[in-house]
């Protein structure tokens, strides 16, 4: 199943730091008041390997000139990410809950803003607009001849807008090698299943006629994502190659068991009893290897 070789031990600590991450994410959006779960808890692998491992980056120099990008498309999810900020001890989990979406001290929002949280690369807000902002800061990478890495994660219900289209396309003629796009292929969107609401399959070969590397994976395994990102070449901005897209096959919810697959718990709070009982079923969960 697994060609690349992966050492199994940072495998573990990668795992063991998403259980942490859930947790934290759990506890947050409980104090909070607000969230949308379902999509946050299936990108935590994805960003756990990409923070923790696989990305040039120093949260304690979040602006360092020559760090990777990564531009969080599915805005609506960027609690998962201000998670990992203070996990890596950019801010304390109480100021964050202090100066959420508060009026007269806000910091962090729904929707991320660079403005106010520096290690934030594009501000989020209406869909569709991750990936051309990414185009762009990957096309300027090639201006500058900068050999850092452009990452854009992407919900696979925000395919349904046209402007993701438009960036497949202009990557792919301009043939990108140093632009990874990430596709949370969770098959649930706010109303329901993505094949229903709007199918965007045949996903890998819809990409690879736009002219993309195409990886397919399962975005909530912890080794076949290290995989997938140890098999990146290069950021090499001059060489023209195909960009990369990796479609990363995950559950909606993924570790909490009643929000598996549960459209219902794309958006909205979580009441402390089943707090606890989520928190209970991350444990659960907890891998073994």
């Keep these: 199943m697994y060609t690349y070789n992966i050492d199994i031990e940072l495998v573990k600590e990668l795992e063991e730091k998403c259980v942490k991450i859930r947790k934290d994410l759990l506890t947050f959006i409980y ?78 929002g729904m929707h991320s803003n660079r403005k106010y949280v520096p290690a934030i690369e594009a501000s989020a807000g209406s869909l569709g607009h991750g990936l051309p902002i990414a185009l762009g800061l990957a096309l300027g990478a090639r201006k500058q001849r900068k050999n850092w890495r452009t990452f854009v994660i992407v919900g696979d219900g925000e395919l349904n807008e046209g402007t993701n ?33 709007m199918n965007i399959d045949p996903l890998d070969d819809k990409l690879r006629a736009f002219g993309w590397n195409v990886l397919e994976i399962d975005g909530n395994d912890m080794y076949a994502v290290c995989e997938a990102l140890q098999s990146l070449p290069p950021a090499d901005p001059v060489s023209r190659r195909r960009p990369v897209a990796i479609i990363s096959n995950t559950i909606k919810g993924k570790g909490v068991d009643f929000m598996e697959g549960n459209y219902k718990w794309h958006g909205g709070g979580i009441a402390k009893e089943q707090l606890d009982q989520a928190l209970a079923s991350v444990e659960k969960n907890r891998r073994i290897r």
Aim: hydrophobic share 40%; aromatic share 12%.
């Design 165 to 197: 289209w438009e960036a497949f396309m202009a990557a792919g003629h301009y043939q990108l090698g140093n632009l990874v796009a990430v596709i949370d292929k969770n098959q649930v969107q706010m109303t329901g299943a993505t094949a229903v609401v």
């Design 31 to 108: 104090r909070i008041g607000m969230g949308h779960l379902g999509g946050e808890l299936s990108i935590v692998e994805m960003c756990v390997a990409l923070y923790y491992k696989y990305m040039n980056y120093d949260p304690a120099d979040p602006k360092m000139p020559d760090r990777d990008r990564l531009v969080l498309s599915k805005g609506h999810c960027s609690e998962t990410l201000y998670t990992i900020f203070s996990d890596l001890g950019m801010y304390t989990m109480d100021y964050m809950v202090e100066h959420f979406e508060c009026l007269d001290k806000a910091v962090f």
